[in-house]
């Protein structure tokens, strides 16, 4: 770590009776702050490449249930890129990604399941498994993010990214119920 990112230390008061007081609250607060929009900034990212690997997903799975629900969790997709954005503009910083590395591994895993496997219920079975990965990774992800933004008292990005997170927690429920019928299919084959 080079110096200049060597974290603040807390302020030390010292006062007339010489007793220490650790006052860390303004510097936490604006550290929590700065890894609060970074970690905007990485699920920005993350919702971007998903509104670009979706379609290939929808286009390679075979259960029209599985399909349908993909590609409507695409628009819902490009509609949380929208509404991030209104975060951004919320705390008056600019709206850009960051490479999120665990997404990117998650959407490696989901296109080597598509290599592996050929169409049929065995890969809508791997399709739903990695786009649960998927939808955990983004409701942990959004979870942390609504408990920053209430913290800091930023209370229009923290409903705006409930809603957010409402909506991936809806998502998974859904690929739980397709995954029941997609596993009873590959168990009939
Ligand atoms: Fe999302
Ligand atoms: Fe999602």
Redesign the pocket.
Known sequence: MKNSEKPTPNKTVHTKDNKNIVSPLADAASELKDFFIDSLKDIYWA?NA?VSALPKMASNATSPALTVAILEHLSV?EN?VVRLQKVFELLGEKAEGKKCEAMAGLLKEGDSILQETVPGAVRDAGIIAASQKIEHY?IATYGTLCAFAKVLGENDAAKLLTQ?LSE?KEADCLLNDIALNAVNMVAAE
Do not use: C, D, R
């Open positions: 919702e998903l997709t949380q983004e957010t991936e």
